[in-house]
């Protein structure tokens, strides 16, 4: 073998292990392989590091596949992240418009509510107060069978409880209006009597008659705001042939306070509760005598010195 032929079969081999030579050569250097063990052994020595190599591009490869692995399984879940904030912020934002949207909904619905509701019980509201005004006027209170009348002229007033089962006057009050409240006598049944002085409470102005014209829940339903009117109702309903608006206060599912308006008048002429109790009022003016507000005993004088002053300012 001459020495030349391996150093040809050592520049082939490069080639040989990569596969780019022709069929004759191949079949070259196989020949000499087989018969020299030095070349054979440079050989495999060679086709080692070549499988090394590949191993180890295989492997960086591998590696630069788990990279590229993790790098779009990390710009999955930042993209996830992104489409659920994007989710969370828009319906959040969505359901603060819808909110708003159904409270302004609701705010207008009570609002127009309360504007029909308010200005028919404001209008028999300011009727009574414009009644309270006269300086000759009466106002009765029918409570089932039993009536508590006021009359009323000229600063001097009488009131009466009367029960008409058995037509009992249980008390009546005479009155003058002072400054800052009224003088009273009272007398209870037959001989008891009693006086004294009242002041009106602050916010009442002097020679006010709220104290004994009132009807019952108005001034409640009247000073009403407007989510709480929510809770009235207005129906057309007739009490004794007289056209009223019924004003209906829902304390709860059961309970109710009714007050009954008349139509012509725009003044409340009768109370009701889910009870079937009822409250009637008669209103007029102009009817009042002195003689109706006037002590009509004018013997029962006293020793007593402020019963006495009370019933000659009275008197006179
Ligand atoms: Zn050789």
Redo the contacts with the bound molecule.
């Keep these: 073998?001459i020495k030349n032929?391996?150093e040809i079969?050592k520049d082939l081999m490069p080639n040989y292990i990569e596969d780019v030579i022709s069929k004759e050569t191949k079949e070259f250097v196989e020949n000499?392989i087989q018969k020299?063990s030095?070349?054979k052994k440079i050989l495999d020595e060679l086709q080692k590091e070549k499988v090394n190599e590949n191993n180890k591009n295989n492997l960086k490869e591998f590696s630069e596949i788990n990279y590229l692995k993790k790098y779009n399984t990390r710009i999955n879940i930042f993209k996830f992240i992104a489409i659920i904030l994007i989710i969370a912020i828009t319906s959040m934002w969505g359901y603060i418009l819808y909110r708003n949207y159904c409270n302004k909904k609701n705010y207008e619905y009570a609002y127009n509510h309360y504007e029909y509701v308010h200005n028919i019980v404001a209008t028999a509201y300011e009727n009574v107060e414009k009644f309270k005004e006269n300086e000759n006027l009466s106002f009765i209170k029918y409570i089932g069978v039993d009536s508590q009348s006021f009359y009323y002229k000229d600063g001097k007033f009488k009131q009466e409880w009367v029960t008409k089962d058995e037509n009992k006057i249980i008390w009546t009050k005479y009155g003058i209006m002072v400054e800052d409240g009224y003088d009273m006598i009272q007398f209870h049944g037959e001989n008891n009597y009693a006086a004294g002085h009242f002041n009106f409470s602050n916010d009442k102005k002097p020679k006010d008659k709220s104290e004994f014209v009132n009807v019952n829940c108005l001034e409640t339903f009247y000073r009403m705001e407007i989510m709480n009117s929510l809770s009235l109702e207005v129906r057309d309903d007739t009490f004794e042939n007289k056209e009223c608006y019924v004003v209906r206060n829902k304390l709860n599912d059961k309970e109710y306070d009714e007050i009954w308006i008349e139509k012509k008048d725009m003044i409340p002429i009768r109370f009701t509760d889910e009870f079937g109790r009822q409250i009637r009022y008669e209103w007029s003016t102009g009817n009042v005598t002195d003689e109706d507000v006037t002590i009509k005993d004018k013997s029962r004088k006293t020793d007593n010195k402020l019963y006495n002053d009370i019933l000659d300012r009275l008197l006179s």
Aim: with cysteine; aromatic share 0%.
């Design positions: 073998m032929e391996c079969i000499h020299c030095n070349c």
